[in-house]
């Protein structure tokens, strides 16, 4: 009976740490920002303004002035272009790049 009380107690305390200590690990598609153009990548409500997704990826973030936050004004065209937006989510502070699985193509060559 001791040894059942002690595993119930674990059990409520590892359910505890699971609903308080929720990893958030990418942003969240239904809270990106309305100035995201369409296509694979995002910036969502949880973004610090940072800078680092525009220093990483100048070609496709933007800074919003009026908000200090971040954006995606241009989806990568090219892989070297999509390569730094990936580089950009994975080192965002804050997770607040997404990526919505998309896959971009390159262009085949002749």
Do not use: H, W
Request: hydrophobic share 40%.
């Amino acid at each position: 009976m001791f040894a059942s009380s002690i595993q119930l107690r674990e059990e409520r305390f590892l359910l505890m740490l699971k609903f308080t200590f929720t990893v958030k690990t990418m942003a969240d598609v239904a809270n990106k920002y309305a100035e995201n153009v369409a296509g694979t990548f995002y910036v969502d409500d949880q973004c610090i303004d940072c800078d680092l997704c525009r220093e990483t990826a100048p070609a496709s973030f933007k800074r919003n002035d009026d908000g200090g936050y971040s954006y995606v004004y241009k989806q990568p065209e090219t892989p070297e272009e999509e390569a730094l937006c990936k580089e950009a989510m994975e080192g965002c502070p804050v997770e607040a790049i997404g990526n919505d699985g998309a896959i971009i193509l390159a262009p085949l060559r002749a």
